[in-house]
């Protein structure tokens, strides 16, 4: 089992950054596959981005392709989003889960462990 908790959140105004942290607790961190979600006020968890176990492969949601980046430190147990250029449709509590697979996938219930979410607020 894995505990995950995400640090970073806060209030930008538009066009700004912010990086977003996820450490995980366990010694077999990068055996998993590890994805950002997000969720708005009103409407459903989605995906954002996500990153195979030793980081090879990443994959992202069209809304953010180009301005988040997902990478991950294993010897840290941490792993990371990057987000330039925010929007204020950005605006939601983000979540950093992990999959015990092998495959990168993106939907929710492809994940196993989640955070508790940090919040993302994003002015105009």
């Known amino acids: 089992q894995v505990q995950l908790v995400e640090s970073g959140g806060g209030s930008v105004q538009a066009g700004g950054s912010l990086r977003l942290s996820c450490a995980a607790s366990?010694?077999?961190?990068?055996?998993?596959?590890m994805g950002w979600f997000r969720q708005a006020p009103g409407k459903e968890r989605e995906f954002v981005a996500a990153?195979?176990?030793?980081?090879?492969?990443?994959n992202y949601a069209n809304s953010v392709k180009g301005r988040f980046t997902i990478s991950r430190d294993n010897a840290k147990n941490t792993v990371y989003l990057h987000m330039n250029s925010l929007k204020p449709e950005d605006t939601a509590v983000y979540y950093c889960?992990?999959?015990?697979?092998?495959?990168?996938?993106?939907?929710?219930?492809?994940?196993?462990?989640w955070g508790q979410g940090t919040q993302v607020t994003v002015s105009s």
């Open positions: 889960a992990a999959d015990r697979g092998i495959v990168v996938l993106i939907t929710v219930a492809a994940y196993d462990y």
């Open positions: 366990g010694r077999t961190f990068s055996s998993y596959v």
């Open positions: 990153i195979s176990n030793r980081g090879g492969m990443t």
